[in-house]
C-alpha cells in the first residue's frame, strides 16, 4: 500500500469523476488542500482508495476485490480501535458497504444517511424575515469564541485549526443581543462544494432562523461558485424538510460505519 501526495491528486481527482465514484465533502477537502489528510492506494493510478482526515473520518472507493488493500483497511481499523482513536468509515458503494459487514459486523454500526443535490433553478423558500433585535455576521474567530457548538474544538477536529478554518473555509451566524443563537457553517469545503453543519439554540427554535442562516450560506455559496451540500440521517426529518425548502433534491442514500 502506498500513500499518495499533493502531486497525485489531481490525476485522482480525475480519475474519481471519470468513474462516477461519489465522495464526500471532505474528500475533495483533502484532495484540494483545505484541510491535511492521508490518502492510501493500491498504486499511483489506483483502483482502490482511502481517503482519511487527520481525525479519523474515512472515505472508501473503487473495487471491492482488491485483498491487499481490504487488508490494509480492515487493520487500520482495529489498529485506531485498539488504540481508542476514531474511526468513522464513509461507504456510498453497496458493494463496499457489504464487503464492510461481512469482515467487520460483530465489531461496527452501519448508519444510513441521506447527500442532496442542490437544485440551483428552485427559489428558495424562506418567509421568515429577521426583526431589527437581531442580526447575521460572519463566522469570525469572535464568533467563534462566542459560540457553544461550533467553538474552537469543532474547528480543531474538522479543519484542524481555527485560523485554517477562517482562511479556507466560511459560515454565517444570527445574533440576539450579542448572543449566537443561530449558526450555519461548513463542516467541510474544497473548491467545488461546501457542505452544511447548522444549529440553531434551544430556545430560539420554531421561529424560522435556521432557514434564514441557511439561506445566507447558500447565497454565499452561489455568489463564490461553489456548490452547497446538505447531509443528514435518513431518519431526521427535520433536516429533511429544512433541506427541500432549500432547494435540495434527489437524496442519495449512503452508510457511515462506525
Known amino acids: 500500500m502506498i500513500r499518495l501526495n499533493q502531486s497525485d491528486f489531481e490525476n485522482l481527482k480525475s480519475t474519481l469523476s471519470k468513474s462516477n465514484i461519489i465522495c464526500p465533502t471532505f474528500a475533495y477537502s483533502i484532495l484540494d488542500g483545505y484541510i491535511q489528510g492521508t490518502v492510501y492506494a493500491d498504486s499511483r493510478f489506483p483502483k482502490s482508495v482511502l481517503i482519511g482526515t487527520n481525525s479519523g473520518i474515512y472515505f472508501v472507493g473503487g473495487e471491492v476485490d482488491n485483498l491487499n488493500f481490504n487488508n490494509f483497511l480492515f487493520e487500520l481499523y482495529r489498529h485506531r480501535k485498539n488504540n481508542k482513536l476514531r474511526f468513522s468509515l464513509f461507504s456510498t458503494s453497496e458493494k463496499w458497504s457489504s464487503v464492510i459487514m461481512s469482515q467487520l459486523k460483530d465489531e461496527i454500526k452501519q448508519l ?147
Open 112 to 258: 444510513s444517511r441521506f447527500s442532496f443535490e442542490h437544485n440551483f433553478d428552485k427559489e428558495i423558500d424562506r418567509k421568515v424575515v429577521l426583526s431589527s433585535e437581531y442580526s447575521i455576521e460572519k463566522i469570525d474567530a469572535e464568533i467563534i469564541n462566542k459560540s457553544r457548538e461550533f467553538n474552537e474544538d469543532y474547528y480543531k477536529e474538522y479543519w484542524g485549526s481555527t485560523s485554517n478554518f477562517i482562511e479556507m473555509g466560511f459560515g454565517f451566524c444570527i445574533l440576539h443581543n450579542e448572543k449566537v443563537i443561530s449558526e450555519c457553517t461548513a463542516i467541510f469545503s474544497s473548491l467545488e462544494f461546501a457542505e452544511i453543519d447548522i444549529i440553531t439554540h434551544k430556545d430560539y427554535r420554531g421561529k424560522g432562523l435556521a432557514g434564514i442562516i441557511a439561506t445566507s450560506f447558500i447565497k454565499y455559496c452561489l455568489k463564490k461558485s461553489i456548490i452547497p451540500k446538505w447531509d443528514c440521517d435518513v431518519s431526521n426529518d427535520s433536516s429533511i424538510i429544512l433541506a427541500g425548502k432549500l432547494g435540495f433534491v434527489t437524496p442519495i442514500k449512503y452508510s457511515i460505519f462506525v
